[in-house]
């Protein structure tokens, strides 16, 4: 329950994929795991380059979190300038983020070229500062962003209450890169275009084991095999059945409600210039509107779990702090998702053996990131040349106390909300 069935995003989505049954022996250069923006955005590079692919998924295309997000197409990751350096070092940090600056651009010109059916609408995004300190962080953000060339702009609580329609907010950062898109609609665009580019993409087909001998790998599945001389693992959260090279991430889920269409005059209240946007609480919120002008709200937690009646019932109350105007509109599909955090926020690529690569750890970021990390994954197998990949490759990665800091996070989550549902 909660999960990608009840999303709106499956109810409103606009493209198809044509699935190929996978049936037998199959052989090509690049086998991918995992139907979701990494995983797409490999299979659709490597059919452009002329190499064969066939991507296998375990369930549908955009089943895992790509087909349940927010849709905020960001620059850049969660984490400022500065801290990327720190982690990676001056060098391989410049690199990402310049590579992630240009991510939003990266899915627009995708969409565009692919005549994808997803809602695109590249209006910028604006991170609200929800108190004193969160503008703070804005400021402190906006000159490092600044610093780096990024068009963003800080703006003042009046200038962010004509823009959201919300009088509860101290400031925004604006960024004119980003933009919002239809999430489940965009990843099966691509893979719509992976196939029209030559792709085999396999649905309903999970990978069962994979090995490697004598130079190729075999991957299999309940209905055929697939050899391959490289892989390309992109299962992120949602790695299932596959008990090999687990990648390892706190799990943080997050929750989003929609309203129905709004009226226009309530439309025209709310996000009139379509940015979507997230606040600076630590227990973050965001809100976007979709094509029909419905209002998304969402924020951390886990309705799948004890704490849904605490976040379903600040959520109602949030909506109505926010636009009071909205007090009255009944919520309607009410979907989560799983995000793959890494402690330092940073994506990670492993080198799983020979030719072949796991990638995952998007840490909340990943429509942007997932679509430039696929890309260069496949471009780096395909020739074979490491230093194309956006972060270098480890042998391997290890996360600790993940059971614990995800139940940290649950119950932060729902106390929070059951506080603030309540006072
Ligand atoms: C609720 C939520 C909100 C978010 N909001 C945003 C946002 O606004 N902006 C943003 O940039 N990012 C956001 N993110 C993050 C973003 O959605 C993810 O980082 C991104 O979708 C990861 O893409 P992926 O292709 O790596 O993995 P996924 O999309 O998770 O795809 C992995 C796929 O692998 C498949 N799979 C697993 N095991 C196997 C197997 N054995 N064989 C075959 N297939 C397998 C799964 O079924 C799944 O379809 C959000 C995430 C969530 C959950």
């Known amino acids: 329950m909660s999960g990608y069935d009840q999303s709106l995003w499956l109810k409103t989505c606009q493209e198809h994929v044509e699935s190929r049954p996978l049936t037998g022996d199959l052989t090509v250069d690049l086998a991918v795991i995992g139907g979701g923006y990494t995983g797409c955005s490999a299979a659709l590079t490597a059919a452009q380059a002329g190499a064969s692919v066939c991507l296998l998924e375990a369930q549908e295309i955009g089943h895992g979190g790509s087909g349940r997000n927010v849709g905020l197409a960001n620059a850049g990751l969660w984490l400022p300038p500065e801290d990327i350096r720190q982690h990676l070092g001056r060098e391989a940090g410049d690199r990402l983020i310049d590579l992630l600056a240009a991510a939003p651009g990266d899915v627009f010109d995708l969409i565009e070229n692919h005549d994808i059916n997803c809602e695109p ?173 419905r209002l998304i709200l969402g924020a951390m937690g886990d309705l799948g779990q004890a704490g849904r009646a605490a976040h379903t019932a600040w959520i109602r109350r ?65 020739r074979d040349d490491p230093s194309l990949l956006p972060v270098p490759a480890v042998p391997e990665y290890h996360e600790s106390w993940t059971g614990l800091r995800r139940a940290y996070f649950e119950t932060g989550a729902a106390l929070t909300h059951f506080v603030k549902a309540r006072f």
């Open 121 to 293: 609408v590249r209006n910028g995004t604006l991170h609200c500062a929800h108190s004193a300190k969160g503008l703070r962080d804005l400021q402190a953000r906006h000159t490092q962003l600044s610093a780096t060339g990024a068009p963003v702009e800080l703006l003042s609580a009046s200038q962010t209450e004509q823009r959201t329609g919300s009088a509860t907010f101290q400031g925004a950062l604006f960024d004119p890169r980003a933009g919002t898109i239809q999430p489940l609609s965009y990843v099966r665009g691509l893979a719509r275009a992976a196939a029209e580019a030559g792709a085999c993409i396999a649905t309903q087909n999970p990978v069962q084991s994979i090995q490697h001998n004598d130079g190729v790998w075999t991957l299999k599945t309940d209905h055929g095999t697939v050899r391959a001389k490289s892989v390309i693992q992109a299962t992120n959260a949602y790695h299932q059945w596959l008990q090999a090279s687990v990648p390892e991430y706190v799990p943080v889920y997050y929750f989003q409600f929609s309203t129905a269409p709004l009226s226009d005059n309530l439309r025209a209240s709310i996000l009139s210039g379509g940015e979507g946007c997230w606040d600076t609480g630590l227990i973050m919120t965001s809100f976007r509107m979709d094509a029909e002008g």
């Open 318 to 382: 949030k909506l109505s702090e926010l636009f009071p105007q909205l007090a009255d509109q009944r919520l309607i599909e009410g979907w989560h998702g799983r995000i793959a955090m890494t402690s330092d926020h940073i994506p990670k690529i492993t080198q799983i053996g020979p030719g072949a690569l796991s990638v995952h750890g998007y840490s909340g970021r990943g429509i942007g990131p997932g679509t430039v990390f696929g890309r260069l994954a496949a471009e780096s197998l395909l």
